[in-house]
């Protein structure tokens, strides 16, 4: 029995929550409370916020903000806190593919707090998470810095078309119009860029995604992309709790 709690805590240190749990889950070695707080990991790392609040409320834990004004930044730090375990757990192609729902949210919330914009005015929610422009709101935007925007993505787009996803690209444009802040453009584009970069050459190679791979292809390693996606956060005015 001691070598499984051994076994047990060495999952837990390499963050492994899933085998840890699958050990433990039927196991009258382990109490209750310790099986739904590893319970409630393994939701935290599917990004099951619900149930992990649930259960980590249960024992007067606070670790996701229960307020709902703080819920989209709440949610952009969980995914950047799963970055981080992908980075550290080295596995890099997740990382690389979960880089991709962070960025535009990043994008967006950097918009909102450093210049003002609040895109959700010009935008509509067709499912989850699938946010496409919304032509006439733009046109018709009655604030007055907020004109020009439709300007910068017709410029880009050659005429922008009603119900386009907003990406990346677009949302990119309007920084890079709207911010003053070189840094934070720079970083911006090469994140994109190692999106774009990253999944061309997967798409075309069959190949495992190495950190050495990723240099190779970007120029930057792994834990210099995840440190440009802690500087866009850090630079909205949050805090990011390692």
């Known amino acids: 029995m001691e070598f499984k709690k051994q076994m047990v805590q060495k999952l837990i240190l390499s963050y492994d929550y899933p085998a840890a749990y699958k050990m433990v889950e039927n196991s009258p070695a382990f109490s ?10 393994c939701m935290r790392m599917k990004l099951s916020y619900s149930k992990t609040k649930t259960i980590f409320r249960k024992y007067g834990i606070t670790i996701i903000s229960e307020n ?24 890099y192609a997740d990382f690389i593919r979960a880089i991709t729902p962070v960025f535009a949210k990043l994008c967006m919330l950097y918009l909102k707090n450093k210049c003002a914009v609040d895109i959700e005015n010009y935008i509509n929610e067709i499912e989850p998470d699938f946010l496409v422009w919304n032509r006439d709101k733009l046109e018709k935007t009655d604030i007055p810095k907020d004109k020009d925007i439709i300007v910068f993505l017709d410029r880009k787009y050659d005429s922008l078309k009603d119900c386009s996803p907003v990406s990346s690209d677009s949302l990119i444009e309007i920084i890079y119009e709207k911010s003053t802040d070189t840094d934070i453009k720079d970083a911006v584009t090469n994140l994109r860029n190692v999106e ?33 996606v802690k500087k866009v956060f850090v630079s909205c005015g949050f805090v990011y709790d390692e």
């Open 32 to 41: 209750e409370r310790f099986k739904e707080m590893l319970y409630g990991a």
């Open 68 to 91: 709902e004004k703080d819920k989209y930044i709440s949610d952009i730090s969980e995914f950047i806190h799963l970055l981080k375990l992908k980075l550290i757990k080295e596995e």
């Open 196 to 228: 774009k970069k990253i999944r061309n050459s997967a798409a075309h190679t069959v190949v495992g995604i190495t950190d050495e791979y990723i240099k190779k292809i970007c120029k930057f390693t792994s834990k210099d992309i995840f440190n440009m």
